[in-house]
Nanobody, 115 residues
Framework: QVQFVESGGGLVQPGGSLRLSCAASGFTFSNYAMTWYRQAPGKERDMVATITPPGRRNYKDSVKGRFTISRDNAKNTVYLQMNSLKPEDTAVYYC?????????WGQGTQVTVSS
């Protein structure tokens, strides 16, 4: 069955960096675009960044120039490098295909940006 395991979150000061990882299994990873999502308290889950199988990238406007999505098809893993973090980036971060294609979601990884 499809599984996503997110990791790499934590508490970081404003301006700091984190690198998130999402290990996927149960489907042919290299055939699918992958998306990072985030959900802040009291808000809906929102798309952050997407990468297609050949490596084309798309970002939410508020993270452009600060976040970089990448993938390693050999490891079935998608990454999110987050730099210059802001308090408004605080959320639980998840991965899935675009549009939440797969019904199974991982537990997410908490990112808290605070001084």
């Amino acid at each position: 069955q499809v599984q996503f395991v997110e990791s790499g979150g934590g508490l970081v000061q404003p301006g700091g960096s984190l690198r998130l990882s999402c290990a996927a299994s149960g489907f042919t990873f290299s055939n699918y675009a992958m998306t990072w999502y985030r959900q802040a308290p009291g808000k809906e889950r929102d798309m952050v960044a997407t990468i297609t199988p050949p490596g084309r990238r798309n970002y939410k406007d508020s993270v452009k120039g600060r976040f970089t999505i990448s993938r390693d098809n050999a490891k079935n893993t998608v990454y999110l490098q987050m730099n210059s973090l802001k308090p408004e980036d605080t959320a639980v971060y998840y991965c899935n295909a675009p549009g939440g294609f797969f019904s199974a979601w991982g537990q997410g990884t908490q990112v808290t940006v605070s001084s």
